[in-house]
């Protein structure tokens, strides 16, 4: 994959670009359920939830009101007379719900709903169009089509590569839109189906309108669209809202952070900024060369639990060649291994190499026999018999995750009502029928969207190639929008002498990976991050901005980051925060321990410093903190007195691969988990006094504190089932 530069994509110069002003759609939400029975047209009818109301005049205006997280009003009409109108009640997968339905003709006849739940603070908008209508401005006025609240800040993502975050601005047609003030109220509104033809613009006072690319000439009969409205206090906290939603409609559910290799243990990475980039040894082969690299890594301690295969491993261009020829190299001829590099296949060199693989993919070439053999949809295929034929052959090379790259450049297909959904659905369903997951690079803010109709859709690239401090930023802001809906944002690769990107990609809950060259990897740095056994050490939950971040970089540019994540252990979180300066040099930061989910007393650990303070409960912590970044552990002071730091030589030392329990009833209880070729382990911790350090499973030796410091450290080593169980008072 070649280096990007954020230029307008393929998808605005095949017509996304030139959307028509935003088209009528009338909005009905069926979801399965049984229409009620329409009555007398009424002045006004209205249904509650959650503090919301929504209401529907008979002069075709509405409104959403809310009382959380501010008295708010969404307001709009669809220009006409209802017909028709009704309410319902019922239950989906987002909840129950209560609903107005009702109908009205521009053009030709539509049916509209608004669906408020009875649980989560969530609107549902349907439109169908009654009979066949053109999609065009002249059809009819859009639905939804609100006013929102003057709220001061928008964020919303880009149409180029990786989808970057943006604060103002114009949004791109398939972002989600996100309204906020400086304490965090905020609202949410996005597409709810029809991801990749999706027309959400917004109008320079604020209106915002649901439609359907002008790309889409003529809506069918039967056809319907739906749009999202999510509120709440605090922006991760509407993320989070309005994310569960949409995955409770797509019917997915959340992904575990070890639910497979790729996500459970260390990898190596063949990308553009690893060492192995179309580049190998000349003396070893590509095939030997990588060999030696599993090799060197497991001898130093830090086994690798997969490796990927970048697009060097098949042939591209009309050259047929693994180098390929012709612009970015080429598409792919065809997706099979390349003869002059493998040549007894993938197969056997997986075998040998014995690790899984990820397998990267691009678009498909116009030299490609595959134009002839299957259906395309400009230069991806939409046809099953492609998919299921890739997916076969990946399965049988011991192939676990298939990696579609490109997604905002050459992989897109023709924006219609049934290619986007076909392209990615029929990649998704054979993928899952051989036991593969995906990842997305490079792409769209519809790609984020479409992937919560998929459960093997786990991971996302979220920054462009070859991770450094220059992407750290969209990095953390892209990782709300992915791991709200259900990806683990991936850094892409870096070498793992880089503390701070090593860091950063444990951190993001997800997938780590390296590139270094054989020899030059720092077994010391990556077993910050992994176990022996290459079991990655790693939060709960991806590590994303703090809400006053939000406001703070919309204000100021240069305003400093602040990220954290956390782990939980019954009851007890402990927080981790990476701060760092955004104006190339020093700035102020502050955080709120109890904000951050850890209660009463805090005591704030600087992991590159060693030092520590403790932070009364309601109190905030500040420091200063440089471009390259501080690092802090936030641990609650128990009932014991005691602050549980954990395994003092990870970046995550609380994290459930290597703490598996934890309580504090006056006395500390933790289990400590050891990879079988491990011996022993350091924790730490603060306490008011030294404390007693038992065991009952396993050992512990002396105790080590400091006075001054009121920091304690102790060694401890497993039993015979490989955990120990530990008891300090």
């Known amino acids: 994959m070649r ?103 521009d053009s030709v006849h539509r049916a509209a709903s608004i669906r408020v739940y009875q649980n989560a603070p969530i609107v549902l908008f349907g439109s169908t169009t009654q009979s066949s ?95 999202i409205l999510a509120l709440g206090s605090g922006i991760n906290t509407t993320y989070g809202t309005w994310g569960s939603a949409l995955m409770a409609l797509g019917g997915k559910h959340p992904i575990a952070n070890n639910a497979n290799s790729t996500l459970n243990k260390l990898g190596y990475w063949t990308d553009n900024g690893a060492t192995y980039y179309y580049n190998y040894n000349s003396s070893l082969g590509y095939q030997g060369t990588l060999q030696s690299v599993a090799n060197d890594f497991a001898s130093k301690g830090v086994p690798l639990g997969y490796m990927q295969l970048d ?62 053999q299957y259906q395309m949809s400009n230069n991806v295929s939409t046809d099953p018999a492609f998919w299921n034929s890739t997916m076969t052959y990946l399965k049988s090379a011991g192939v676990v995750t298939y990696e579609q790259d490109w997604l905002s450049e050459y992989a897109q297909p023709n924006y219609n009502l049934t290619d986007p959904s076909a392209f990615m659905g029929n990649m998704a369903s054979s993928a899952s029928a051989n036991g593969l997951t995906l990842q997305y690079c490079m792409p769209l803010p519809w790609n984020y969207l479409q992937s919560t109709q998929y459960q093997n ?158 932070v009364p409960a309601g109190s905030t912590f500040t420091d200063t903190v440089g471009s390259n970044g501080s690092y802090y552990e936030i641990a609650p002071v128990g009932p014991s007195g005691i602050a549980f730091l954990g395994d003092a030589g990870k970046f995550v030392s609380t994290g459930d691969t290597r703490i598996p329990h934890l309580s504090d009833n006056g006395t500390v209880n933790a289990t400590v988990a050891f990879a079988n070729n491990e011996h022993s382990v350091t924790v730490h911790g603060y306490a008011p006094i030294a404390p007693t350090v038992t065991a009952s499973d396993g050992s512990v030796g002396s105790v080590s504190y400091s006075s001054s410091t009121h920091l304690f450290s102790v060694t401890v080593m497993p039993g015979s089932d490989h955990n120990a169980v530990i008891a300090l008072h």
């Open 133 to 227: 209508a053109a999609n065009s401005a002249s059809a009819g006025t859009p639905f939804p089509s609100f006013s929102t609240p003057g709220l001061p800040y928008l964020e919303s993502f880009q149409d180029t590569a990786f989808s970057y975050y943006q604060f103002g601005g114009t949004p791109a047609h398939d972002s989600p839109q996100v309204g906020f003030d400086g304490q965090g109220h905020s609202y949410l509104v996005s597409a709810a189906d029809n991801f990749g033809v999706a027309n959400l613009t917004r109008s320079t006072t604020g209106t915002v309108s649901a439609g359907i690319a002008a790309s889409v000439s003529t809506l069918p009969a039967g056809f319907t669209h739906r749009t």
């Open 311 to 372: 697009s060097w491993w098949y042939p591209k261009g009309s050259s047929d060649s693994w180098q390929g020829n012709g612009t970015d190299r080429g598409g792919e001829y065809v997706y099979r291994s390349a003869p002059a590099l493998f040549p007894n296949g993938l197969a056997a060199f997986q075998q040998q190499l014995g690790l899984p693989l990820v397998t990267h993919a691009r678009w498909i070439d116009p030299s490609s026999p595959y134009r002839q």
């Open 457 to 614: 859709a786990q991971t996302t690239r979220v920054s462009n190639d070859r991770f450094d401090r220059s992407k750290w930023d969209g990095f953390l802001f892209d990782s709300r929008l992915a791991s709200a809906l259900g990806e683990y944002p991936w850094t892409d690769v870096f070498m793992s002498t880089e503390t701070q990107n090593l860091l950063l990609s444990t951190l993001s809950s997800g997938m780590v990976g390296v590139g270094d060259a054989i020899g030059a990897e720092s077994a010391s740095n990556l077993l910050e991050s992994v176990r022996a056994d290459g079991v990655i050490v790693k939060p709960d939950v991806p590590i994303v901005p703090l809400d006053s971040v939000y406001s703070a970089v919309a204000q100021n540019s240069t305003a400093p980051m602040v990220a954290s994540t956390y782990t939980t252990h019954n009851g007890l979180r402990e927080a981790y925060v990476f701060a760092y300066a955004r104006n190339n040099g020093t700035q102020s930061i502050a955080f709120n321990p109890n904000a951050r989910g850890v209660s009463g007393e805090a005591y704030v650990y600087n992991y590159f410093t060693g030092a520590g303070r403790l």
């Open 3 to 105: 280096n990007r530069t954020l230029t307008p994509n393929l998808r605005s110069r095949r017509g996304r670009a030139r959307i028509a002003a935003p088209t009528t759609l009338a909005l009905l939400v069926g979801l399965g359920l049984a229409e009620s029975s329409a009555y007398a047209v009424t002045p006004h009818v209205a249904v509650t939830g959650s503090g919301i109301t929504a209401s529907v005049n008979s002069d075709g205006s509405y409104q959403i009101q809310t009382q959380q997280p501010a008295s708010w009003t969404f307001s709009g009409t669809v220009g006409h007379a209802v017909t028709s109108q009704s309410t319902t009640s019922g239950t989906d997968a987002i909840g129950a719900y209560q609903e107005v339905d009702f109908s009205y003709t």
